[in-house]
Nanobody
Framework: QLQLVESGGGLVQPGGSLRLSCAASGFTLGDYAIGWFRQAPGKERERVSCMSVSGGHPNYADSVTGRFTVSRDTAKNTVYLQMNSLKPEDTAVYYC?????????????????????????RGPGTQVTVSS
């Protein structure tokens, strides 16, 4: 069965950190572009980051640039989203998603990369709440 599962969400105080994990089963994440998305109540879904199939030069939303970092562990078939200096406005359900695409320009040049529906696989999401 092909699936993605996120973990690592929770409640954290402003200024704190969390690391989200996105584990794949049934397929190799290294063969896919990986997107992280989030959706807060009453707000539109936002693409937080996008990593191409090579894993190089991830793309980040302006709202998280300098605070969030995406990385990949091919041995564990897992992608991580390290979130530092968290703010209350980061509160949302976070999703990871995977798309089989070889074009290194996918994350930067394809408007469709901004939409979760573009990706073939997605996880159920993990809640992140930033509050004092």
């Amino acid at each position: 069965q092909l699936q993605l599962v996120e973990s690592g969400g929770g409640l954290v105080q402003p200024g704190g950190s969390l690391r989200l994990s996105c584990a794949a089963s049934g397929f190799t994440l290294g063969d896919y572009a990986i997107g992280w998305f989030r959706q807060a109540p009453g707000k539109e879904r936002e693409r937080v980051s996008c990593m191409s199939v090579s894993g190089g030069h991830p793309n980040y939303a302006d709202s998280v640039t300098g605070r969030f970092t995406v990385s990949r562990d091919t041995a564990k078939n897992t992608v991580y989203l390290q979130m530092n200096s968290l703010k209350p406005e980061d509160t949302a359900v976070y999703y990871c998603a995977a798309k089989s695409v070889r074009d290194e320009a996918f994350c930067y040049s394809y408007p469709s990369s901004n939409y979760l529906t573009t990706y073939a696989y997605r996880g159920p999401g993990t809640q992140v709440t930033v509050s004092s």
